[in-house]
């Protein structure tokens, strides 16, 4: 990101998926589809890590918070048509028809990144002041130079000091360690609440055994709550502030969590779904959308991108392992006793609750 700029990264990555969705709807070959499959990853980490950058440093600090929501906004509303896709096309012949999707929305990503803004931030970092002020005048029109000043202050380093950051700098780096913690452990508490096992393995279990024939349309209803839930924080988050929302958040979806526990031991499944829902509510207002926005609002803005590859792949790394270790985590405390299976839930959630005092120790 600091090699290429923000409106460059963001082009490789629209490239990369444009060629490899190409490829995987087009290929019959396992291999192929493998690495195409993979290639998309990296440049889906790409595109995630510059989205809310670039939001942040074009945006006006008195919105900036709201904007920085339209990240997550994008990403669930992406799974959402994902989901509305796959169960039209879930079909042998027409499977390959998702990929047309994405490498349609890739091409104009791509088209249209001739008319994006580059970052201020990033021209000023590059010691280009024509084009900062160019840049500003586009975005901010008659305010630009009080949204210049305004940005400036949250770097108190000269202009010479303002070298790029690589990630094992961040940990010798004194200013760096509280930004770095932060950053670091909103992750592990956003993937450590096992939002990944509460939506995608007892949302479907508990209500597709009542419904099977609507498992597909219940994942997509959860789905869909996520996205409603994922409006509030664009219009709360600069009434209330980061942490306020970030707080109601964790102590709304640590409930819920508990809940699903006692429910499932106490063999009360429509509690449990309900919980369910609630818990994908109360994450959705905070736990997913804000550690993203917290970013540039902690970090300086010379680490920015250090620390945001830091956090995407402590959020990848951390929902891996939860995904790894949860069922046998349940199998092990239940014992085979279906009235046993919500003790996994009261495990996460005292981690959870751990990594939140954790996270706010540092996030004052």
């Not at 192929?32 to 600090?61: D, K, N, T």
């Not at 508990?206 to 099977?212: F, Q, T, Y």
């Not at 508990?258 to 829902?277: E, R």
Request: hydrophobic share 50%.
């Amino acid at each position: 990101m600091d090699r290429w700029g923000r409106r460059g990264s963001n082009r490789i990555s629209a490239l990369l998926i444009t060629f490899f969705t190409a490829a995987m709807g087009l290929t019959s070959s396992i291999p192929l589809l493998l690495i195409s499959r993979f290639m998309i990853g990296i440049a889906s980490g790409l595109g995630l890590c510059v989205g809310p950058i670039y939001l942040a440093e074009i945006a006006p600090l008195r919105i900036r918070g709201s904007v920085g929501i339209l990240t997550q906004l994008a990403i669930v509303s992406g799974v959402m048509g994902t989901q509305i896709a796959g169960i039209n096309l879930a079909y042998a012949s027409q499977w390959r028809l998702v990929f047309l999707v994405s490498f349609i929305l890739s091409v104009l990503q791509l088209l249209s990144s001739s008319f994006v803004v580059e970052s201020p931030a990033f021209l000023s970092a590059l010691q280009r002041p024509d084009d900062h002020k160019a840049a500003a005048q586009r975005l901010w029109g008659n305010t630009a130079s009080d949204e210049t000043s305004l940005l400036d202050e949250t770097d108190n380093r000269p202009p010479q000091q303002q070298e790029i950051i690589f990630i094992p700098q961040l940990l010798v780096k004194p200013e760096l360690r509280r930004p770095l913690a932060i950053v670091s452990l909103s992750m592990i508490a956003q993937q450590i609440s096992g939002v990944t096992a509460a939506v995608f393995y007892y949302s479907n279990d508990l209500l597709a055994k009542s419904l099977p024939q609507l498992g597909a349309y219940i994942s997509l209803g959860i789905t869909i709550i996520n996205v409603l839930m994922t409006f509030p924080p664009i219009f709360l988050i600069e009434r209330t502030g980061r942490r306020s929302l970030l707080t109601t958040s964790i102590l709304g979806a640590l409930l819920s969590l508990v809940t699903v526990g006692f429910a499932l031991d106490s063999g009360f499944s429509t509690l449990a779904s309900i919980a369910i829902v609630t818990f994908v509510m109360f994450y959705a207002i905070g736990l997913g959308p804000i550690p993203f926005v917290m970013i540039p609002d902690v970090s300086p803005p010379y680490a920015v991108s250090a620390l945001s590859s830091v956090a995407l792949s402590t959020s990848w790394s951390t929902s891996f392992l939860v995904g790894l270790v949860f069922l046998p985590i349940r199998n092990i405390l239940s014992g085979g006793d279906m009235y046993k299976e919500g003790r996994v839930f009261y495990v996460f959630g005292l981690l959870f609750g751990v990594a939140s005092i954790l996270l706010f120790r540092f996030y004052r």
